[in-house]
Every structure is written in structure tokens, then in C-alpha cells.
């Protein structure tokens, strides 16, 4: 109990400080422990990742995680039930009291919880749970699954172990992790034996169900680390899904199966339903044969993060990024950074706005004094993101997704799904929080000019005409509220020409966008509007030279000027007119005292500040 009231003055120091913090802000979190409590050990500091973007920008949505050492507990996106404040309370009430509740009185030794809840809108949310537990006089530990709300008074709705290990014989389960993708199909990874087990629920958990009795379906037990290529033995995995993937990394060996050099691995599978994934080979993700690297953690599949022991013995926080260099420092720090945590903010592909990583991770301030750093990273990726989710067209077994369509044709190396009349597909596993792209491609080699339309199941539609042998593109944003229940229909009508056709539709998940995008008289991408925007300076803190990105919508005025802590004007970077686009200052920070700066831009449109920290 002593460690659970620890747990909760934590997470509520955190989420109270990260209240007050804007979209993109770089800021610092020092712990100011209860009477009694003493936080100077690295292993106890909390993370708590209060998705920054969301509560500036859309304060009716939640996300938030934390990890206890190396045990990490998340909760996915959902709307607050009003007032936020109450709501988290109610979560950290219920992390305190159930995880560890006075019920479970036949475990002892619980460590490593984990904690999502529920995506499903139409009920009430309800949390599920693993973690380790050792019986009284036992040799062995035992992972447990538990899924539990505030609306009763016992432990929990139901309970069951997953896997059990012999702890004398090095059998012993630890670091577990879940992740749950929409629809409520959970995944758990965990650690035994020097090897990544997962396991799956292979039906859809609503709360409701469990609620009345009736529990999962889990599938057998699958190994994910592997011995071609050698990946263990295998430590801390993590797992995280999206759309209709799920992905896991792990610390493994090098590539030459050195043990004393951990390099980070991913490996992803494709959710296939009432089945196992469908697993892909591992790959390298750090790529640093002779560096130590450990601790990774994931935000969707497109960013892994993780703690790199440098050749001058510091931590760093590193990044693999879907962009050209992959692998880039985040923390930039002269102290030693661990156990980072993220979350990464996608815009749609083939629009130019900028991706947002946010990260925080504990830092060593002075020895064996420690502090929670948060900062956010912008980098613009390529247009061939991996989709959320992909309907392969033109096979000779339709896809899933493919409720309806005639036949197929193989035109070389395009094939299509065709009907004399209607297309229909359902698309499962989205979001409801989140915005989706849809990338529809159209293709056909009948005579003449050929016309179809999509139809969404608000009503919308959208047209597009397409010539023989002449690919075309739709590109449009599926209406918001039409997949609140995680799946959505999208009908496919011809209009003109021999059949409707489809080759490729490809969904894209994406959530950097104006809150009123989404209508249907908003959705062509082409119409997103570009915002004014000062970025945030990087690196911060820095030692000597700092950039400054900020971007224009139209052509304006500018001023970018340089203050001191008391007001007063430093340097004048910027004045004068500029077109629109995106511009990036190098700022030299030479002669001057270190301390705390503030950059401001001002434009015809905005007036934006953010502080920096010269170091020396």
C-alpha cells in the first residue's frame, strides 16, 4: 500500500504541473517528494506522458502514461467524461487501488503492471491490466491479465493467468506489456527465459461482455524474439498497435550475437481476424553494434525510442524516425538520460506539415539527484508512410475488408476488385479520437471515360473520373464520426463507364489538423490550410547554436526577436517581409551569459514566444 500512495503523489505532481504546458513547450518536471518519500532513485521516478497537443489543442480527449521503473502502464486515448480533472482522478484511483487491491490476498511480489483502457465509446470504459505475481511459499510467478472499473467494490470482473515460470530455474515472467487495438483486440508481450512471448484476445473484448461473464478468447502463445536472426536473449519488449498492426521491440543482442551490446529490435505482425498475426522477420532498429541500447519504447510503429550509452559513458535519447538519417539524438543533454517514454503526432502523407514526436525520459541533474524532462521534435517524413490500414485489391481471394464485388482483373502489374453495379467495403480497427486519410487508387482498360463515387456512411460522396489505362488518385478524409463503433463502409457506386473499380485503397492515420477539417465540405486534402506557427528551437537546452523554425501561412511581416528574462530586447534575428513557406534561423548564442531567453515572432497574424536555456 506504502508503494501505491507513492505511485499516486506521483502521477498527480506530474499531471498537475503538465496542466499548465502548452502545445510544443520544452519544459523540466522537478519531483517534490511528500514528507516521507524519497525520490532520488532513478528506478522510482514516474513518467507520465499527458499528450501535450491534446490538451491545448482539444481538451475533450485523454491520453496519458507513466512507468514505474521499468514497469510501464499507458492509457490509450478516450473522452474525458467531464471535468478532465475528475476523470484522472478517477484513473489514478483506480491504478492505486486495483492494480495492487487488498482482494488479491493469495499474491504476493506483484511488480511490472500495465494498464490501457477500453476504445469502445458506447459503453463504459473499463481498464484492463497484467503484471506479475509470486503465491506465498512459491518457486514460481505468474503473468495475469485483469479487467476491472470504479463502478464495483471487488478486485475485479475477471481474472486469469496467462503464463506461469519456475523462478529458481530462471524461469521467472517479468516486464510485461499491453496495447489494444480499436474493435478492443488486446496483445500482451512479456519476458521469460530470455525470450519475448505474446498472446492475443482473438475475438473483440467489449466491457459489457465482460461484464456479464462471459470472457476472452486468448489464442495460444506465440514466440516473437528469434534465433535467425539472433535477437536473444531478450529483455524489456514493449508493444504497441495501429490500425491493423501491432508491433513489439525489444532489447536483444548485436547482430553478431554479443549479449553485452544491446541493440533495439522490432518486429511487426498484421492482425488477421479469429487467427495469430501474420509476423514479418525482426529488424535492427538502433544499429549500434558497439553501444549499449536498452529500454525501447513505441508511439505507433513509425517512431521507436529508446536510452543510448554514448562512447563518452552518457545516456542519450535516441529516435528512429521514418526519415532519410532514421536514428537521431533527442535528449542532447551533458547528464545522463533514461527510461524515455513517447507519443507521436502523424499528419496526413502528401500535405506538408510537420510531424510532432514528443518525449520525456528522467535526467540526472547532479549525482543521484533526478529530474523528468519533456521536450517535442518536428520532422517532416517521406510521402511512403506504412499506412494504418490497406485493402489489397485485385486478388484472386478478396480481401477481408471486401464484403462485395463480382470478379477481379489482372491488368500485368495492376489488378483491380470490380462490379457491374457496387464496390462495398468495411474498414475495421480505427480509432474514433483519431482523423483518417483515405488514398483510393482507380484504374480500368474498358473504352471510353469511366466515373465512379464514394459514398461514406454520413452520405458524402465524392466523385472521380478516370480515362483506360491511366491510374487516378482520390485522396479524402473520411468523415469523423462515422467510425465510432472502430469499423466504417465505404460503397464504391458506378456512375459511367462498364463497372466500378477499385486497385488500392490505403487508410492513413493522422491526428495534426485544424479542428475544423473533418466536415464534408473540408475533406478534399488539397484545402488544408497551412498554419503561422513558431516551432520549437532545438536543441533546448543548447550549448551554443540553436535553430529557429517558424513557418508562414501567407506572405507577412516579421519580426523574430531575442529577450532576456527581464524583458528586455537582446537581438533583433528577423524584420522584414517574407512569403509564405517555411524559414529556419541559426542562432549563434556567442557572448552571451547563460540563463533563460525568450524568442518571440510576431506577423500579421500571430505573436508567439518560447523560451530557451543557453548552457555553458
Not at 154 to 169: P, R, S
Request: aromatic fraction near 12%; include cysteine; charged fraction near 20%.
Amino acid at each position: 500500500m506504502c508503494k501505491c500512495i507513492k505511485l499516486f503523489f506521483l502521477v498527480m505532481l506530474i499531471f498537475l504541473f503538465f496542466q499548465t504546458v502548452e502545445a510544443g513547450d520544452v519544459c523540466v518536471v522537478k519531483i517534490v517528494a511528500p514528507p516521507g518519500v524519497n525520490f532520488n532513485n532513478k528506478d522510482t521516478l514516474p513518467f507520465i506522458n499527458a499528450k501535450v497537443k491534446n490538451f491545448s489543442c482539444n481538451p475533450e480527449t485523454l491520453s496519458d502514461t507513466f512507468r514505474i521503473g521499468n514497469g510501464i502502464a499507458r492509457v490509450t486515448e478516450r473522452v474525458i467524461l467531464a471535468p478532465e480533472e475528475e476523470r484522472l482522478l478517477t484513473f489514478v484511483n483506480w491504478v492505486r487501488d486495483r492494480i495492487y487491491p487488498q482482494s488479491f490476498v493469495s499474491e504476493t511480489t506483484r511488480e511490472f503492471p500495465t494498464v490501457v483502457l477500453s476504445q469502445i465509446k458506447e459503453t463504459y470504459p473499463m481498464v484492463y491490466v497484467v503484471y506479475t505475481a509470486r503465491p506465498p511459499f512459491s518457486n514460481s510467478n505468474y503473468l495475469y491479465f485483469a479487467a476491472f472499473d470504479d463502478q464495483i467494490d471487488t478486485a475485479c470482473y475477471y481474472k486469469i493467468a496467462l503464463d506461469t515460470g519456475e523462478i529458481q530455474n530462471g524461469g521467472a515472467i517479468y516486464t510485461p506489456s499491453i496495447a489494444i487495438t480499436p474493435g478492443d483486440y488486446l496483445h500482451v508481450v512479456w519476458c521469460k527465459e530470455g525470450k519475448v512471448w505474446y498472446k492475443t484476445t482473438l475475438q473483440p473484448v467489449h466491457p459489457d461482455l465482460i461484464r456479464a461473464g462471459i470472457q476472452p478468447v486468448w489464442s495460444r502463445k506465440v514466440l516473437i524474439s528469434t534465433q535467425e536472426p539472433m535477437t536473444e536473449p531478450a529483455s524489456n519488449p514493449f508493444v504497441e498497435a495501429s490500425g491493423e498492426w501491432v508491433y513489439c521491440v525489444w532489447r536483444g543482442p548485436n547482430e553478431e550475437g554479443n549479449p553485452n551490446y544491446g541493440e533495439i529490435w522490432q518486429r511487426k505482425g498484421r492482425i488477421r481476424r479469429d487467427s495469430l498475426p501474420y509476423w514479418y522477420p525482426p529488424r535492427n532498429i538502433s544499429k549500434s553494434p558497439l553501444r549499449e541500447s536498452n529500454y525501447p519504447t513505441m508511439s505507433t510503429g513509425n517512431a521507436v525510442v529508446w536510452q543510448e550509452l554514448l562512447p563518452d559513458s552518457n545516456f542519450e535519447i535516441y529516435a528512429n524516425l521514418p526519415i532519410p538519417q532514421e536514428t537521431v539524438n533527442i535528449s542532447r543533454t551533458p547528464n545522463n538520460s533514461f527510461y524515455p517514454h513517447t507519443n507521436l503526432l502523424p499528419a496526413p502523407p502528401h500535405i506538408p506539415y510537420e510531424w510532432e514526436l514528443f518525449s520525456i525520459w528522467t535526467e540526472e541533474e547532479v549525482s543521484g539527484i533526478f529530474k523528468v524532462n519533456f521536450s517535442s521534435y518536428y520532422f517532416q517524413p517521406p510521402s511512403s508512410v506504412e499506412p494504418a490500414v490497406e485493402v489489397l485489391c485485385g486478388k484472386n481471394l478478396p480481401s477481408p475488408y471486401c464484403v462485395s464485388r463480382d470478379s477481379f482483373l489482372s491488368f500485368g502489374e495492376i489488378s483491380i476488385d470490380y462490379a457491374s453495379s457496387n464496390l462495398l467495403y468495411k474498414i475495421p480497427y480505427l480509432n474514433p479520437e483519431k482523423y483518417y486519410l483515405l488514398e483510393a487508387v482507380v484504374y480500368h482498360e474498358a473504352e471510353g471515360l469511366q466515373r465512379e463515387v464514394f459514398i461514406f456512411e454520413d452520405g458524402s460522396e465524392d466523385t472521380i473520373e478516370f480515362y483506360p489505362a491511366e491510374p487516378e488518385t482520390l485522396r479524402v478524409i473520411i468523415p469523423k464520426g462515422t467510425y465510432n463503433n472502430t469499423t466504417t463502409n465505404i460503397k464504391v457506386k458506378k456512375l459511367l463507364g462498364e463497372y466500378a473499380a477499385v486497385a488500392n485503397l490505403r487508410l492513413y492515420e493522422f491526428e495534426i489538423i485544424d479542428n475544423k477539417i473533418g466536415g464534408p465540405q473540408d475533406r478534399e486534402v488539397k484545402e488544408i490550410p497551412l498554419k503561422t506557427l513558431l516551432f520549437s528551437p532545438y536543441p533546448n537546452p543548447f550549448l551554443k547554436n540553436l535553430r529557429i523554425k517558424y513557418r508562414l501561412s501567407k506572405a507577412s511581416r516579421v519580426s523574430l526577436k531575442l529577450y532576456d528574462i527581464a524583458g528586455q530586447e537582446v537581438r533583433t534575428l528577423m524584420n522584414g517581409k517574407r512569403e509564405s513557406g517555411v524559414y529556419m534561423v541559426n542562432f549563434n548564442g556567442k557572448g552571451l551569459s547563460p540563463g533563460v531567453y525568450f524568442i518571440r515572432l510576431e506577423t500579421e497574424e500571430i505573436s508567439e514566444t518560447k523560451k530557451i536555456l543557453l548552457m555553458r
